[in-house]
């Protein structure tokens, strides 16, 4: 049976990653957003990695071989919690699938009014209705938030004040 599992990767190397991992034949999904970025006192939009350092693969549990992962170029290695390799529930991808445009980005927007170890709701997307603690704003666009010992990055909209 397949199912989708997170790939940690080394510093600056996700696109490294992704295009290694589909030369070998592996389906894989790296969601990416626009950031605004200041650049010689102008700013530019860019894309980068939704989850900086991690993207997600397709992996037949019982028939396909998993070790070449492991020596991909800009690949750390499988996401583990403890000695297990805990896959990625279905609704969390289709959730980011189907927010991605013609441009393959998602579109996330900021708002405002967050504090740090604010207690908040998720609001959307296959965690909605958890409690987490606000932790941080990550590129103006992201926000940084502790979910049971896990630390998630979502997009602002998806959460509001407890």
């Not at 080394?10 to 990653?17: F, G, H, L, Y």
């Not at 445009?101 to 908040?120: K, L, R, S, Y």
Request: aromatic share 8%; with cysteine; glycine share 4%.
């Amino acid at each position: 049976m397949k199912h989708w599992y997170a790939v940690h990767c080394k510093p600056n190397q996700d696109e490294r990653a992704e295009d290694q991992l589909r030369n070998q034949g592996f389906e894989v999904f790296r969601p990416r957003i626009r950031c605004r970025r200041r650049a010689r006192q102008r700013y530019r939009v860019v894309i980068e990695s939704m989850f900086p350092r991690y993207l997600f693969v397709e992996l037949d549990d019982a028939s396909q071989d998993w070790s070449p992962i492991r020596s991909t170029r800009g690949v750390t290695g499988l996401v583990r919690m403890g000695g297990q390799i805990p896959h990625v529930p279905d609704p969390v991808i289709d959730a980011l699938r189907r927010r991605v445009d013609a441009d393959d980005c998602i579109e996330i927007t900021p708002e405002d009014g967050f504090q740090p170890n604010q207690p908040v709701l998720i609001t959307e997307g296959p965690l909605a209705g958890f409690q987490a603690l606000f932790k941080a704003r990550n590129s103006q666009e992201r926000v940084v938030v502790l979910l049971n010992l896990m630390q998630v990055t979502l997009p602002v909209h998806a959460i509001t004040r407890a």
